[in-house]
């Protein structure tokens, strides 16, 4: 949600109950979660205001491009696995808006 923008650079983010309830997930299983983003300084806790998201874009689009990269391969990789070249894979891509 972060590199989709979904979550603004500089914003506070919900709490981590309001997160784990959206999400479904054990409130503990969203502090992992939050810490790791926080390991890879997605967001930083300002003691007393919350959680907020990183105000670096370059960081921002370095995981986006890095999510892209492994959709990407996930995608070619199913792809050869019914036959697919990867020309056809890229028109197929294209075919469907990725070309635009």
Do not use: C, H
């Amino acid at each position: 949600m972060i590199v989709s923008g979904q979550y603004a650079a500089g914003s506070r983010l919900p709490s981590v109950r309001e997160l784990a309830s959206r999400a479904r997930v054990n409130p503990n299983t969203m502090q992992k979660a939050l810490q790791e983003l926080e390991d890879q300084q997605l967001i930083f806790t300002e003691r007393t205001n919350g959680k907020f998201v990183t105000e670096d874009q370059k960081l921002i689009a370095k995981y986006k491009k890095q999510l892209a990269v492994a959709a990407a391969k996930a995608y070619l990789a199913e792809a050869q696995k019914i036959g697919v070249s990867f020309e056809e894979a890229i028109n197929t891509l294209q075919e469907i808006g990725g070309g635009r």
